[in-house]
C-alpha cells in the first residue's frame, strides 16, 4: 500500500516520502541538483553556509528549513507532538511530516544527526524557545512530562 501524500490528505504537492515511485527522485538527481549539491560541498564554515543560503533562498525558506531540522532534532531527542508543538511552535501536521522523514525518508535526518549529535550531551543542549525567550530544555520537558 503506497504511503499517503499531503494531496491524499487534501494537502498540495506529494509528499517527499512517497514510496510509490519516490515523485522527487528525479528531480534531487537532476545535473542542476547534482551542481547544487556539489557547490553545497565547497562550503567551509558557517559564516559561508550564511552567505550562499543568504543569496539562494528568501529569509522564510531559510526559516522554514531551520524549523524541520529543529524538529528532527526534538523528534530525535525523544520530544512528544505537544512539546514540540509548545516549543517550536509547529503544527502536528509539520511535526508528523518530520517524524515520517525520519522513519521512511531518504535517510538524510538520521545520517546528519548522526554526524552531529555527541549522546547524551545533545539532549541538554536542545533550546527550547518559547514566544521570544529561549532557554535550555529539562529532561522533563522533552519527554513532556
Known sequence: MPARTSAA??????SLVAKAGRPFEDELASADAEELFQAILTLESVQDC???FGDLATRHEIRRLSERWRIARLLDAGFVYKRITACAGASAATIARIKECLARGYGGFALVLSRT?????HLRDVPV??????SIATE???HGV
Open 9 to 14: 490528505r487534501g494537502g498540495g504537492a506529494e
Open 50 to 52: 550564511q552567505r550562499f
Open 117 to 121: 549529535a555527541t549522546k547524551p550531551s
Open 129 to 134: 524557545i518559547s514566544g521570544r525567550d529561549a
Open 140 to 142: 522533563e520537558e522533552r
